[in-house]
């Protein structure tokens, strides 16, 4: 399932696209000039239409968005607000009843209700190497009436809701479930359908209005075009040509985009970007499961340099994987916990052995690659040799999860409740692609979820700081989302924290 980007590639062609010379990663070939249609440029494609395997972030939640909608959907400042589900209620710590909107209907026809989000629940809760399912709590689905379902927990879960406003919430036909090509044939009743005649895989993906969305009035623009630069100076580009009306900046190019009148710059803090160590039982790199070397590596960081440099000062150093407005967890006395100290991480090599340092691979995609090769050049100045092995284009985070022993990460972790499950334990995903569990984690996180007030925040705070002082990962910082659009051409751009980009859910209007 997941190397599905081929497939898909495949079943496009097979209705009449062409694609000329393979894919143009400079996006499409020019805006529309038409107000009904709104541009949206993105740094890479989905590889599915599967919400259970399309990468999760602004990058594939926007194809996800808007073929599905979302159960749970969030406002303009980020809090919960309802979606397909018109409500929700926890009737315990371990029950979550859902309420449908009545009268919704799927592109297909076939009635969204009840029975047709316990299809797709089941369908998560069985589906192999699904890194978006997020259901291990989860025992039974019971569809109380046409248009209540209810959720039965083995245990508490207190991040299940913000699972329902991402992938997990974007519920799809029960027929495009039992076809088995949902991947590659979308069929949702979400806000837009996919225009296959007007689809060019891995270049630009149109969208078209679905009139019978639950909130269609909300929908001002007729068309939503998703186009891919792969490159960040073409994507610039893209926007200042107005080949795109949004569109990602970055530091190498935030000074070009305030001196130019035309566009306006929405920053914000969004991911944590570093390297992670996913074999922290040294079963492949031995020297990972020295807590010691992993703080050796730490102090060999230059964070501030790689901000100023990598990313233009558009960001801020920090060892702390949990970013602002995540909520618990986010500590800012741990931010500069390892200063930059060659000489202390040699020493710690040394006392642990590895005097003349070691070598691993890490992978990395294009888009991370600058952060990583500043981090490797910090490592070999204290003997550690990170070889980086760079994705090809159309591969992603899920592609061969539990291949590598580290990667590059951009970690988009907008819930800091989610946090700890998503990186220290298991089972195996995207983010911690061994499924390594660390133990004393583990009981402050269990604990957690049974708990609430000021002592949930406390238990948070504790496996934050667990995290930073036995270094489970190399965080370099977090860095800005810089999102440029044409105010004259779309209004109310709407930038989830932990995430680039435009949210489809909200706003999008025009100006």
């Excluded at 993105?42 to 194809?63: K, M, N, R, V």
């Excluded at 929908?219 to 100076?233: H, W």
């Excluded at 795109?244 to 530091?251: A, F, L, Q």
Aim: charged residues 20%.
């Amino acid at each position: 399932m997941r190397r599905i980007g081929a497939l898909l590639a495949a079943a496009t062609l097979a209705v009449g696209l062409t694609a000329c010379g393979g894919t143009d990663t400079t996006g499409g070939a020019g805006g529309s000039g038409d107000d009904s249609t709104v541009s949206i440029g993105y740094a890479f494609a989905t590889e599915t239409y599967d919400p259970l395997y399309a990468i999760a972030g602004a990058q594939a939640s926007a194809h996800i968005h808007a073929l599905y909608g979302a159960l749970i959907e969030r406002d303009a400042d980020g809090n919960e607000r309802p979606g397909m589900a018109e409500s929700w209620e926890w009737v315990n710590p371990t029950t979550l009843t859902f309420k449908i909107r009545p009268d919704m209907t799927f592109t297909d026809g076939e009635p969204y209700d009840a029975a047709a989000v316990k299809t797709w629940l089941d369908y998560a809760r069985s589906a192999e190497d699904a890194p978006y399912s997020n259901l291990s709590a989860v025992e039974n689905v019971v569809v109380e009436d046409p248009l209540t379902v209810t959720l039965e927990l083995s245990r508490p879960d207190p991040r299940l809701t913000k699972f329902f406003v991402g992938h997990m919430g974007a519920v799809p036909s029960p027929k495009s479930i039992e076809a088995g090509d949902l991947g590659i044939n979308p069929v949702g009743a979400g806000p837009y359908t996919l225009d296959p005649g007007r689809t060019v895989i891995d270049n630009t993906y149109t969208y078209v209005k679905n009139p019978d969305y639950w909130n269609a009035d909300r929908i001002e623009f007729d068309t939503l075009e998703l186009k891919i630069y792969t490159d960040a100076n073409a994507m610039f580009n893209a926007v200042v040509s107005g080949q795109v009306d949004v569109g990602y900046g970055n530091g190498s190019n935030f000074e070009a985009a305030e001196s130019n009148g035309d566009l306006e710059i929405l920053s914000r803090p969004q991911n944590s970007n570093g390297i992670s160590l996913w074999d922290i039982e040294g079963v492949n790199v031995p020297a990972f499961a020295d807590v010691n070397v992993r703080r050796a590596l730490n102090y060999a960081i230059d964070r501030q340099s790689i901000i100023d440099t990598v990313f233009q000062g558009q960001g801020t150093p920090s060892a702390l994987a949990f970013t602002p407005g995540s909520g618990p967890g986010y500590d800012e006395s741990l931010l500069d916990f390892y200063d930059y100290d060659p000489e202390r991480a040699r020493q710690l090599l040394a006392e642990a052995g590895y005097p003349d340092g070691f070598t691993f691979d890490a992978v990395t995609l294009g888009k991370d690659q600058p952060l990583a090769e500043a981090v490797a050049g910090n490592l070999s100045e204290v003997g550690v040799t990170m070889n980086l092995i760079v994705r090809p284009p159309g591969e992603t985070a899920n592609t061969d999860i539990g291949k590598y022993d580290a990667g590059a990460t951009a970690l988009g972790l907008a819930d800091s409740f989610a946090t700890p499950a998503n990186l220290w334990l298991g089972p195996a995903s995207a983010t911690n692609q061994r499924g390594y569990e660390v133990p004393e984690i583990r009981a402050l996180y269990d604990r957690m979820v049974n708990s609430g007030g000021q002592e949930q925040v406390d238990l948070m705070n504790e496996i934050a700081r667990i995290s930073v002082e036995d270094a489970y990962g190399l965080r370099v910082g977090y860095v800005n989302s810089l999102t440029y659009y044409h105010p004259d051409r779309v209004a109310d751009i709407t930038v989830l924290p932990g995430h680039g980009g435009p949210y489809i859910l909200e706003g999008l209007t025009k100006p």
